[in-house]
């Protein structure tokens, strides 16, 4: 892997760079990803047959995001996963994902928010009724086992637990295939004989979904509250709704990133918490405050939920759910005053600029009082960005905000957890920022 600095990329000649070795697997990748700060704003890497950018300027982040977006499309290897998500918000690009985004928008306004708040801190309580004081468990299983039944039952109204034995399964598979078509060796990677288990998943996944759509229409599209009922009577400006394999398409990814990176966020901040004493007695004190241990929270908690609220920010700053964006120049662009030759790939990593000094103070250390409305007021807009941001950016991410504070305080009104020491905790960088080998934790009941 060769590096081209800043000074060097605006010439039309790119000369001799410096080498330096990063593997381009897992945590190790990611780690060794934070030298490229010494760089600054901006940095070429020459990957194989592969050219990219890294941009850690907060600016030029919203140049590529916001104010020149049109310029570019979705990476190549996000293209490449097609095959899974066919056209949803995550993949279709142009004038069909503004048609897309404008029907499925309004399933997350904050009414609809708000009534999903019950269904969160039900589920939360449900799961964690089943533990049992001193236990040892793999919370990362267990968060996506909660997210799982919370996001199914927020979309299609559906109860996984009793519904479904093999989707919890196959949706993971789906999400190890995600990443598997988003890798270079793509290719190669789809001849393996393994390679099947991974199209019985999603033709089960696909069975599935086409039958409960098929269900409902039959039913005369009857309002159950949930978002497919929504999307089911949206019609865009000519008065068309959306066709099966569209509403499949949408669901889907919803159904499956938003379950994904909730759970990715909750274990890295019940990991966090777990190393922070003193940050997890103070949000235990603010919960048993608000909440109170024989109580359940509602959305109206939500707002004075400060502190968990600041927890749950500084673990997105330091573990990003979503690690990294990956975008394609369409044409010769000018970035921040950088040339951007046609066909290039712009990186931005979330995982990275979070951890930039020149925007956060002690970057390396949890702590969410961080988070005061100064700091917020002047921290430049894309230094902190774990939803994306412009046209593109998440669409759940008021639901995601919501989930992840009442989950926390839900659970812990009544559990601390301890991580287990001899468990290795690792990074396994993805399509979302995983724990390689899920989180051991000891369940202490308070």
């Not at 398409?249 to 777990?274: C, P, Q």
Request: positive net charge; aromatic residues 10%.
């Amino acid at each position: 892997m060769s590096l081209v600095s800043k000074q060097q990329i605006t010439g039309e000649r790119k000369l001799v760079a410096p080498t330096i070795k990063i593997v381009p697997v897992g945590g190790f990748f990611i780690r060794n990803l934070l030298k490229l700060q010494s760089f600054k704003d901006i940095v070429y890497v020459k990957l194989g047959i592969s050219d990219f950018y890294l941009i850690t300027n907060p600016d030029m982040i919203k140049e590529v995001l916001v104010t020149k977006q049109r310029d570019f499309i979705k990476g190549e290897f996000l293209q490449r996963t097609k095959k899974v998500f066919g056209e949803g918000l995550l993949t279709s690009e142009g004038n069909f994902h503004h048609r897309e985004r404008r029907l499925v928008q309004p399933a997350f306004h904050h009414d609809h928010i708000e009534s999903y708040a019950k269904i969160m801190v039900s589920y939360a309580d449900q799961v964690t009724s089943e533990w049992k004081d001193r236990e040892i468990l793999d919370i990362h299983s267990e968060m996506e086992r909660l997210t799982m039944r919370i996001v199914a039952k927020c979309l299609f109204n559906a109860d996984l637990e009793s519904e479904s034995k093999t989707l919890p399964k196959d949706l993971t598979l789906m999400i190890d295939y995600f990443s598997r078509l988003s890798s270079p060796l793509a290719k190669i990677l789809q001849k393996l004989p393994t390679n099947k288990k991974y199209d019985l998943a999603l033709k089960r996944i696909d069975k599935m979904m086409y039958e409960l759509i098929e269900s409902r229409r039959s039913q005369g599209n009857n309002d159950e509250g949930d978002l497919l009922s929504m999307l089911l009577s949206a019609k865009d400006e000519t008065g068309a709704g959306m066709s099966d394999t569209q509403l499949r398409d949408e669901v889907l990814i919803l159904f499956a990133a938003g379950h994904e990176t909730t759970a990715n966020a909750l274990t890295w901040t019940w990991y966090l918490l777990s190393q922070n004493p003193t940050v997890e007695k103070k949000m235990h004190s603010e919960v048993d405050a608000i909440i109170g241990k024989g109580s359940l929270p509602t959305a109206s908690d939500y707002e004075k939920l400060e502190y968990t609220t600041k927890v749950f920010s500084e673990s997105m700053r330091l573990y990003p759910p979503a690690w990294v964006l990956v975008r394609q120049s369409l044409e010769d662009c000018i970035i921040g005053g950088y040339y951007i030759p046609k066909g290039s790939g712009v990186v931005m990593s979330q995982f990275v600029t979070h951890r930039d000094p020149r925007f956060f103070e002690k970057p390396e250390e949890f702590y969410p009082e961080r988070w005061t409305s100064d700091m917020k007021e002047k921290l430049p807009k894309f230094a902190y960005f774990p939803f994306g941001g412009g046209p593109r950016s998440c669409v759940g991410e008021p639901f995601a905000w919501m989930e992840g504070a009442l989950l926390l305080a839900t659970i812990s009104r009544k559990w601390k957890m301890n991580h287990i020491k001899s468990h290795r905790v690792e990074m396994l960088p993805r399509i979302t920022l995983r724990p390689k080998y899920g989180m051991k934790m000891q369940l202490i009941q308070r």
